[in-house]
């Protein structure tokens, strides 16, 4: 992995998702559920040293996961879909595409025009 930027996401979907964008290879962590301080801290914890992105879904669960980033590592940058998507994995790929371009994630060619 050459990346020094990590993405994390709430589960597989989304993660399946952003990796049909993506042109950098770079880390995607799902936290499948697990929302606790404890348990972000231990997976984020090697990612240290890197740009970390939390990119969660426009709902309750997605919300729960922001606060504990922001309160755990408060320099995450959030990424955010549009509420009429309401789930990353639901979030149109040019849409996706977009997201990632204004935080300086590079995509594929076919996504970026």
Known sequence: MSSDKVIVVEGRSDKLR????????????????????????????????YEIFIFADADASGEKLRQICKRV?????HLYTDEKFKEVATTPLKVLASILLNAHIDVKKEFSG
């Open 18 to 49: 952003i990796n049909m964008v993506l042109a950098e290879p770079l880390e995607i962590i799902c936290t499948n559920g697990t929302a606790s301080p404890t348990k972000i801290e231990e997976l984020l914890t090697p990612y240290e040293e």
């Open 73 to 77: 590592f408060p320099e995450a940058r």
